[in-house]
């Protein structure tokens, strides 16, 4: 079964980094684009980077400067380097892949993972 696995969360404080990684598990034949989601309480989920299997990237503006998505195709695995933490960016991170092909299955559509806990505070 393919799955993604969000890890690398945590408690941070402002200002600081936390790098974010999500790695597809089981076989895999090639995935196109992936990105980071976030949520907070209360409110709704916001795209927060892509990244496509070239390398193209995209981020809201709320990160740009602070944040990097980068990823691993070797690995199936992508990460977001997260520096400069504000108590805002406290959200629960979500890892989604639009399209992924497993090797021995048929496309799989719109798969998430199930989230890493960030909280920037004192």
């Known amino acids: 079964q393919v799955r993604l696995v969000e890890s690398g969360g945590g408690l941070v404080q402002p200002g600081g980094s936390l790098r974010l990684s999500c790695a597809a598990s089981?076989?895999?034949?090639?995935?196109?684009?992936m990105a980071w989601y976030r949520q907070a309480p209360g409110k709704e989920r916001e795209l927060v980077a892509s990244?496509?299997?070239?390398?193209?990237?995209n981020y809201a503006d709320s990160v740009k400067g602070r944040f990097t998505i980068s990823r691993d195709n070797a690995k199936n695995t992508v990460y977001l380097q997260m520096n400069g933490l504000k108590p805002e960016d406290t959200a629960v991170y979500l890892c989604n892949a639009p399209k992924v092909w497993p090797t021995y299955s048929t496309i799989i559509r719109d798969l998430w993972g199930q989230g890493t806990l960030v909280t920037v505070s004192s």
């Open positions: 990244i496509t299997s070239g390398g193209s990237t």
């Open positions: 089981g076989t895999i034949r090639s995935i196109s684009d």
